[in-house]
């Protein structure tokens, strides 16, 4: 707990070395101050963030994610607002802020106090604690937001099939759970010896090996398997995917653990079996779509595994689970509890 003047916060600087002037990022828990937050209308106490891809790669001093040092990261964020000088929340309303630039280069939910723009924080829906808020995070913001969009274009359960990459990971885990309680038949893709258990606790009725899709790549179709996907590595896998799709199916793109290039995409699974490849960008979406989804994930969509692909960390096991993502090792979704 903060005092409101001071608070914890795990930092990452950047370091030059003189020799080889290549720039090194350093990871330290400190105490801050109010006044090295960011600008911003709504000062929020944080109760509890989440551990994403993203905060690996700003840790890293990813340029694509963080430039400006030294830096917080923690692109999610639940707890009490503490003062809001745009009027909108009241001191100690409970609030939910995911993406826009929270955790990116304005300081995020791995210090205790955040302060933004009113224009990025959703309120939290009551029926879901603030906890859970977090096991969903943005990876399970982003898991529904794919969902929508295959169940937009038209996806079924009768229509075959829903395949899932990374399913192990934090968006893989909340996609293959959703789809199960939805009735789809999901196939779950992942890496990890370990995950199968728990990936079938949440519901994937068949685990496909990530060696399974690395073969045909150079093959223009590949055999009509799944009806949809969710899809969060990218790269050739991803394309491995479109070609794998019935007539008609859909992919839902929106991550690149295995990197962003699809290095040997054809028009021919468009014009020949009119699959469908839908982006998906969870970070940016307009607040009043984020608060229904929100709302969404705590009314109809309730997860029925979300505690099972939850673990609760405190702020000390940071830098390994940081690790951890940076070496594809984590399981489903760490939650940090500040209290
Ligand atoms: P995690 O690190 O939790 O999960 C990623 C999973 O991908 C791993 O658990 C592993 O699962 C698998 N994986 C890891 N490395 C590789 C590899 N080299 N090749 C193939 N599979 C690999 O990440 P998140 O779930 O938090 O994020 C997933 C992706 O989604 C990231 O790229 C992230 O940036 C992106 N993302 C995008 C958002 C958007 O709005 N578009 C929002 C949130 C995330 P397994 O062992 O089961 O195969």
Redesign the pocket.
Known sequence: MSSTEHFKAWVVSEETDTASEKKRYQLNFETRQLSDLPDGEVLIDVSHSSV???D?LSAQGNPGVTRVFPHTPGIDAVGKVLSDSSGTFKAGDEVIVT?YDLGMNTAGGFGEIIQVPASWVVRKPASLTALQSMAIG??GL?AA?CIEKLLHNGLQPSDGPVLV????????SVAVNLLADLGFEVH?????ES?KSMLTALGASEIVS?QHLGEGLKKPMLKEVWAGAVD????D?LFQVVKSLKYGGSVAC?????GPAMSQATVFPFILRGVNLLG????NVPLAGKQALWDKLANEWTLSGLSALTQTISPADIPDILQK?QQ?E??GRYVLDWS
Do not use: E, F, H, P
């Open positions: 994403n891809y993203k690996a993406g943005t990876a982003t937001w990459t990374g399913a192990s990971g934090g968006v893989g779950a893709m992942s890496g990890s995950a990530r969060c590595v990218g790269g896998t929106c991550g690149l653990v295995a998906v960008d969870s970070v993502i594809g984590t399981l």
